[in-house]
């Protein structure tokens, strides 16, 4: 059986490669099937000035921990594709590029899955599926309403502020990738509209050490999906925005206001050449700023608690307050020539003929493990912990999973082992 493996690991990301890499390590053959090639998420579909907002430090892929000399930098876009390539070349996975599953079911009769892809077929006693959780990009209906000169594009398909035609940019949406956009532009001198949303911010730094320093030490990382106060729910709320550019900062959209961005609440609808917004912006911006009190209140507790030295830090007074919301614009006379879309992506598992989903469509496990016999997530927002879909937290999960594959296959061969006494026996 020249096309089975006992693991066939479908994606070739950092999830799918933590996965080759734990099972090397135990000695399990196996192959990826990765669509395009490695890094390709971070190469083709992020921005030129991307960097990551967690600092280098929190990379730590299985075996390959970042070992650079700015553990609390934030590396840029062409470092991070270079990370995960050297991480690839240092263990050397059995990975095919270039290769698309077009599906995956279940031979019963082979007691196997079946892997349909681009070069062929294969089968495997287990799969493990470590695509992440962000396929096809969410453009919502209303973007119909849009005459044809003004040019559209989804946050993954932005370049730099050069590549977009002359004249100002709406922005629609601000969890991290519309924020860090609309800075981006807002940066370059374009005249920038801003669609807010109900994305919360996070600090940046906070009583003398980044945020994410004082939430690794209060444990936050280590918390798991079940011990979360809102459960499976978190698993699709907007993250924070904040951003790692420039040695780190936080984004402050009211500063920007005051530098001449033009703040709207989110868009409401698309007539003739008018834009018409909800009457939210106050509303959005205050909450935001509510949850980076919020997250600032929980470190004081953690360092009184503690008894931790620390500076104080002078309480947060916003900048700027909406003093009379513009619930429409003419885009004309606005000079709008491009809309960006920062509204997120849709999971699409359409390609697994395993009944694995619930009614919507998302994956049920129980830290990756489904109810399917053999059958594994990897790499999935909150999987298991916040970083499950990082770089700080897809080791954890791709060495249980790898310890359970182990399990699972001496059970098999175990079972395998009683039928075959069963025959010698009876006979």
């Given at each position: 059986m020249q096309n089975h493996y006992s693991v066939i690991i479908v994606g070739g990301g950092q999830a799918g490669l933590s996965m080759s890499y734990c099972l090397k390590e135990r000695g399990i053959d196996h192959i990826i099937f990765e669509k395009n090639r490695i890094g390709h998420s971070w190469r083709d579909r992020r921005w030129d000035s991307f960097c990551l907002v967690t600092p280098n430090w929190q990379c730590q892929l299985p075996g390959y921990h970042y070992n650079g000399n700015d553990p609390h930098g934030f590396m840029q876009k062409d470092d991070i594709v270079k990370y995960i390539e050297e991480y690839a070349a240092s263990f050397s996975p059995p990975i095919k590029e270039s290769v698309e599953v077009l599906k995956v079911s279940?031979?019963?009769?082979?007691?196997?899955?079946?892997?349909?892809?681009?070069?062929?077929?294969?089968?495997?006693d287990q799969v493990v599926v470590a695509v992440g959780g962000y396929h096809n990009?969410?453009?919502?209906?209303?973007?119909e309403r849009f005459p044809e000169n003004i040019a559209q594009i989804h946050?993954?398909?932005?370049?730099?502020?050069e590549s977009l035609p002359d004249g100002a940019i709406l922005v629609v949406g601000t969890g991290q990738s519309g924020c860090q956009i609309a800075e981006d532009l807002h940066l370059a001198g374009k005249q920038v509209h801003l669609c807010v949303g109900s994305a919360p911010r996070s600090p940046r730094r906070y009583r003398g050490q980044d945020v994410v320093d004082w939430l690794d030490r209060m444990g936050y990382y280590d918390l798991t999906i079940d011990e979360h106060p809102q459960k499976d729910k978190v698993r699709a709320k907007a993250n924070h925005y904040v951003t790692g550019r420039d040695g780190g900062r936080e984004i402050n959209l009211r500063q920007f206001a005051i530098e001449g961005?033009?703040?709207h609440g989110r868009l409401k609808s698309v007539n003739h050449e008018k834009l018409e917004f909800f009457d939210d912006l106050a509303q959005n911006l205050d909450a935001a700023d509510a949850v980076a009190e919020s997250i600032k209140k929980t470190i004081d507790e953690f360092i009184e608690k503690n008894q931790i030295q620390a500076p104080v830090d002078p309480p947060y007074q916003p900048v700027w307050q909406p003093q009379e919301s513009i619930l429409e614009i003419d885009w004309v006379v606005a000079n709008i020539s491009t809309v960006i879309w920062c509204t997120g992506y849709h999971s699409d598992f359409s390609w697994i003929e395993i009944p694995v989903f619930d009614g919507k469509g998302y994956p049920?496990?129980?830290?990756?493990?489904?109810?399917?016999?053999g059958f594994y997530f990897l790499g999935l927002p909150w999987l298991y912990t916040w970083g499950s879909g990082r770089f700080s937290g897809v080791a954890r999960d791709a060495n249980y999973l790898a310890d359970h594959i182990i399990s699972s296959?001496?059970?098999?061969?175990?079972?395998?082992?009683?039928?075959?006494?069963e025959f010698l026996l009876g006979s």
């Open positions: 279940k031979n019963h009769t082979l007691n196997a899955y079946e892997i349909i892809t681009s070069i062929g077929d294969f089968t495997a990009p969410k453009i919502p209906k209303i973007a946050s993954s398909q932005y370049q730099n502020p961005m033009q703040l049920g496990h129980k830290r990756g493990v489904t109810d399917a016999s296959k001496k059970v098999t061969q175990s079972s395998a082992w009683n039928v075959v006494n």
